[in-house]
Every structure is written in structure tokens, then in C-alpha cells.
């Protein structure tokens, strides 16, 4: 039997769940050369990363009610494995079609880290402690995106673009080794039922039926929207509107990945002090005020806006995700311990289908200012608070 408080588990489990970061964050730096390659042009080896999230967000539909029906353990094997094997298919890649492709399944597999690590957690804990610890494996992997990219340059420069996907063969293999070695099965009562196309759908129409699954689910959606607008297009408005060289850009996400992970270690630490309904609270005002803020300056400033205008509220909004993300993922999660791989796959699809839906937005409506990234930012921000303050009414409501 898994012993809750291990904490090699707890330091597995937040190395499975960077397999997505670390799978896109690694091998940016190697675009241009991956363009260059195949003779192809900068949209082509951008399609890599656009059908990379395609296939994360619907993978994630998929592996919930999996390890519901046969449990955690052989469906995270099968999982991991699928990465492994598509990440061999990237390395050895002879055209930009075979590298796309590779790249779809490879997401496929890296998916199941996410999904099967938050059913885990809810498995091994209770609501309030699980909020904890997927607060502090936040925080824990918010380290990939900022090493990534360092990483990944150095790659590239030494080796050339193949060596990431190398890499990431040598990090998938190790992490199913262990996961072999280390993990035991957590999902006690497998539901044989789990895979019954009624049953599945009959779970999901309950699920987005219960008001308070769905506010969380607004929540992290509208907070993660509003993260993934900024990666989309910071790049594209830090270097090109405000002028940064491409490595006092990398410093600048760094800052804001430091405010991201504040936000999530201080989840942990209150979250157990002050329940899951608080934390969400200061997250959303957090968020709220920093959306906003940056909307203002960008308005303001126009196309003269200054790098500390634009970090620094995202600075604050991205605190405010950390805090709101692991609440909202274990207050969401938490009353469906019997089938709670499907609740992750419902909660992981939507967020993850609709923040890339905005990212793509902004990325295609950028005008030379900051405006578009600040607007889709601040909306996103107060959707958040307002999702919060809903959810806490409702609830109110149903107390009375």
C-alpha cells in the first residue's frame, strides 16, 4: 500500500506531471534550426507546438476514465511508455510532416502524466491536504520552464535540435523505471463500468452539472487563460514592441515564473490554514488587480510601454494562479474520489482546450502594442475573481 506522506511519491509525481512543460519549453530555442532543417518556414515548425497541445488537451479525456477502470499504475506505464516512443520518433524525424506527427503522439503520452498524477493525488488525500500537495508540485515544476529554455539552447548550440528529444527519451525512460520501482496502485475500488459509454458520459453530464465543480472549473480555466495569453505572445511583444534581446526576454519570463511559484508554495503552506475557498479568493484579487493593471499601463503607454510595466503586473497575476490552480484543482476534484480520473480528464480538457483557444486568439490579433496580450490578460483576471465570488455565493446559498 502507497504510504500517503512518501515523499519520493510526491517528487515522482511532480516529475511526471512536467512532462509537459519540459516537452515544449526544452526544444524553443530550436525553431529556427528545426526550420532551417527541413527547409521549411517559421509557421511550419510553429505547427510542432500547436498540434503539441492539440494532442494534450485531447489526450486528457481520454486517460481518466482509463485509470478508473484498470487503475493509475498500468494506464501511467502505457502512458509514459507512448511518450518514450514518440520522443525516439522526433529524434529520428526525416521530415517536418514525420516531426509533427511524432510530436501529436508524443502529447498523447505526456498527458497522462498530468491527469493520473492529480487522480493520485485525490486517491492518497483528502480535499484540503490534496490542495497542498499539488500546490507544492507547482511550485516544484515551475522550475521546467524556466531551465528549460537555458537548457535547450545549450543543446542546440552543441548538438543541434535532435539532441532535445534525446534528452527527453533519457528523462522518460528514467521516470518509467521508476514509476515501475516506486509507485504502487492507488485507486482501491476500480470501477468496471468506467469505460461504459453511458457511464462515461453520464459522469460528465454530472460533473458540469454541479455548480461547484463547474465554478472551480471556470476559475482555473479563466486563470490559466489569462497564463497562456502571456506565453503566446510575450515573445512577440517583449522583443518586438519593447525591444528586448532574446536573453533579457528568457530573464523577464523568468521573473514572472518566480511569481508563479510564490503564489503556489504559498498555497501550500495555506490552504490547510485557512481552506480552499480562501486561498482561491486572494488568488482571484490577485489576478484581478494584475490584469487590469497591465491593461492600463498598456494603454497608457501605448507602443513606448516599458519590460517592468508588462512583468510586473503579470508578476502579480501569475502569484495569483499558483494560488488559485491547486485550490480549484482539489476543491473540483475532491468530491468524486470513486471516479476521480474523470474528473481530472473533464477539468484538464476544457482548461486545457480553451486556454489554447485564447492564446492562439491573441497570437493572431497582435498589433505592434501590448494591448491585445494586456486585454486578453485583464479579462481573464477578472473572470477569475468573478468565477470565485459565484462560486462562494452559490455555495453560501446552498448553506442557508
Known amino acids: 500500500m502507497q504510504q500517503p506522506d512518501s515523499l519520493r511519491v510526491a517528487v515522482l509525481l511532480t ?6 512543460p519540459i516537452s515544449t519549453d526544452l526544444y524553443l530555442p530550436s525553431l529556427p534550426g528545426i526550420a532551417r532543417h527541413f527547409s521549411t518556414d517559421a509557421a511550419a515548425a510553429q505547427a510542432t507546438l500547436s498540434v503539441f497541445l492539440a494532442g494534450f488537451a485531447g489526450g486528457q479525456i481520454v486517460y481518466g476514465p482509463l ?14 511508455s507512448l511518450y518514450l516512443a ?10 517536418i510532416e514525420a516531426l509533427t506527427i511524432s510530436r501529436f503522439f508524443q502529447a498523447m503520452g505526456a498527458c497522462s502524466g498530468v491527469v493520473l498524477a492529480r487522480a493520485i493525488v485525490r486517491d492518497l488525500y483528502a480535499p484540503e491536504r490534496a490542495g497542498t500537495v ?7 515544476m515551475a522550475v521546467a520552464p524556466m531551465i528549460g529554455p537555458v537548457i535547450g539552447g545549450q543543446l542546440e548550440i552543441n548538438f543541434g535540435w535532435r539532441a532535445n528529444f534525446v534528452v527527453l527519451m533519457g528523462f522518460a525512460a528514467a521516470i518509467l523505471l ?3 520501482g516506486i509507485l504502487d496502485e492507488t485507486n482501491r475500488r476500480p470501477d468496471p463500468d468506467a469505460l461504459k459509454p453511458r457511464r462515461i458520459l453520464g459522469n460528465f453530464v454530472e460533473m458540469l452539472t454541479n455548480l461547484r465543480f463547474v465554478g472551480c472549473l471556470a476559475a482555473a480555466t479563466f486563470c490559466y487563460s489569462g497564463l497562456f495569453a502571456f506565453i503566446s505572445a510575450s515573445s512577440f511583444v517583449l522583443i518586438d514592441v519593447v525591444d528586448l534581446t532574446p536573453d533579457v526576454f528568457g530573464l523577464c519570463f523568468a521573473v514572472v515564473v518566480v511569481g508563479y511559484m510564490f503564489g503556489a508554495m504559498s498555497a501550500g503552506r495555506l490552504i490547510q490554514r485557512l481552506g480552499l475557498d480562501r486561498v482561491m479568493l486572494w488568488g482571484g484579487v490577485l489576478t484581478a488587480v494584475g490584469g487590469p493593471a497591465m491593461l492600463v499601463l498598456a494603454i497608457l503607454s501605448k507602443a513606448e510601454i516599458s519590460a517592468i510595466e508588462l512583468v ?6 501569475a502569484a495569483g494562479v499558483g494560488l488559485v490552480m491547486p485550490a480549484t484543482t482539489a476543491a473540483a476534484i475532491g468530491p468524486y474520489p470513486e471516479k476521480a480520473g474523470a474528473a481530472s ?8 482546450c480553451l486556454a489554447a483557444a485564447v492564446g492562439a486568439t491573441v497570437a493572431h490579433i497582435l ?3 501590448a494591448q491585445p496580450m494586456a486585454t486578453a490578460i485583464a479579462i481573464c483576471g477578472v473572470g477569475t475573481l468573478a468565477s470565485i465570488l459565484l462560486l462562494r455565493r452559490n455555495r453560501a446559498a446552498a448553506i442557508e
Open 86 to 95: 514518440a520522443s525516439m520518433a522526433c529524434a529520428i524525424a526525416e521530415s
Open 134 to 140: 499539488l500546490a507544492y508540485m507547482g511550485s516544484a
Open 67 to 80: 485509470s478508473d477502470r484498470f487503475g493509475r499504475r498500468p494506464v501511467l506505464v502505457i502512458g509514459i
Open 345 to 352: 480528464s473533464v477539468l484538464g480538457f476544457i482548461q486545457m
Open 15 to 20: 516529475a511526471v506531471v512536467a512532462f509537459g
Open 178 to 180: 521508476a514509476v515501475i
Open 367 to 369: 498589433d505592434g502594442t
Open 312 to 317: 510586473v503586473p503579470m508578476m502579480a497575476y
